[in-house]
T-cell receptor, first 113, second 110 residues
Framework: KAGVTQTPRYLIKTRGQQVTLSCSPI?????VSWYQQTPGQGLQFLFE???????NKGNFPGRFSGRQFSNSRSEMNVSTLELGDSALYLC????????????FGPGTRLTVL | GIQVEQSPPDLILQEGANSTLRCNFS?????LQWFHQNPWGQLINLFY???GTKQNGRLSATTVATERYSLLYISSSQTTDSGVYFC????????????FGQGTRLTINP
C-alpha cells in the first residue's frame, strides 16, 4: 500500500505571496491532519480534516487554511506569507482520526525570503 | 492543554550500547506514538502504544498510562539509530490533537 505523499517537496516563496501544499493520504484513510515544524517551536498541530470537514484546529492565524476533497486528498493554503512561516510542513493520515495511529508524509520544506 | 516532556534532550552513545528514552505527559491520553525523524525530515512510525508493552526487533516500548509516562528502549545501538526521537500523545480533554514532545537527539558513534 502506498504511503502518504506530499507535493511539492521544496518551495521557495517571498513575503506576501501565498502558497498551496498538497497531501494525498494512504488509500482508505479518511482523516488528514497538518503540522508545522520549526526549530524554535517544534512540531505544532495546524488542523485536521475528516470527510471534507475540519474537525479540529490548532492555534494558528487565519492565514492558514485548508480543505479536503471527496477522495480524502487535502490541501493547505498559507496567504500573505511571513518570514516566520518558513518551516517543514508535515501531513499525516489515519483511518478515523487522531485517536488512531498516524502515518506521516515526507513533508514540504517551505522557505520564505 | 496537555504537556509532553521528553528526556534526555541529547544522548551520545557508542555503538552497541543500550539506551532508554522517556516521555512524560501531564494528562490522560487516547493515543501515544513514538517516531524517529530521518535526516530528510520524515517521521517514521516506531510504536503506537497508548498502553502496555510492545517489541519490534531491537526496539521496545512501554506505556504506563496510569502513571503518565512511556519509555522507548533501544538495545545494541547502531549508527543508523542516530536521529531525533519524538513522542506524541493525543489528548482526551480539550481540542483533539496530537501533541509532540521536544524530542531526544540520539547520536551513536562507531
Amino acid at each position: 500500500k502506498a504511503g502518504v505523499t506530499q507535493t511539492p517537496r521544496y518551495l521557495i516563496k517571498t513575503r506576501g505571496q501565498q502558497v498551496t501544499l498538497s497531501c494525498s493520504p494512504i488509500s482508505g484513510h479518511r482523516s488528514v491532519s497538518w503540522y508545522q515544524q520549526t526549530p524554535g517551536q517544534g512540531l505544532q498541530f495546524l488542523f485536521e480534516y475528516f470527510s471534507e470537514t475540519q474537525r479540529n484546529k490548532g492555534n494558528f492565524p487565519g492565514r492558514f487554511s485548508g480543505r479536503q476533497f471527496s477522495n480524502s486528498r487535502s490541501e493547505m493554503n498559507v496567504s500573505t506569507l511571513e518570514l516566520g512561516d518558513s518551516a517543514l510542513y508535515l501531513c499525516a493520515s489515519s483511518l478515523g482520526g487522531l485517536v488512531n495511529e498516524q502515518f506521516f508524509g515526507p513533508g514540504t520544506r517551505l522557505t520564505v525570503l | 492543554g496537555i504537556q509532553v516532556e521528553q528526556s534526555p534532550p541529547d544522548l551520545i552513545l557508542q555503538e552497541g550500547a543500550n539506551s532508554t528514552l522517556r516521555c512524560n505527559f501531564s494528562d490522560s491520553v487516547n493515543n501515544l506514538q513514538w517516531f524517529h525523524q530521518n535526516p530528510w525530515g520524515q517521521l517514521i512510525n516506531l510504536f503506537y502504544i497508548p498502553s502496555g508493552t510492545k517489541q519490534n526487533g531491537r526496539l521496545s516500548a512501554t506505556t504506563v498510562a496510569t502513571e503518565r509516562y512511556s519509555l522507548l528502549y533501544i538495545s545494541s545501538s547502531q549508527t543508523t539509530d542516530s536521529g531525533v526521537y519524538f513522542c506524541a500523545v493525543g489528548e482526551i480533554q480539550g481540542a483533539q490533537k496530537l501533541v509532540f514532545g521536544q524530542g531526544t537527539r540520539l547520536t551513536i558513534n562507531p
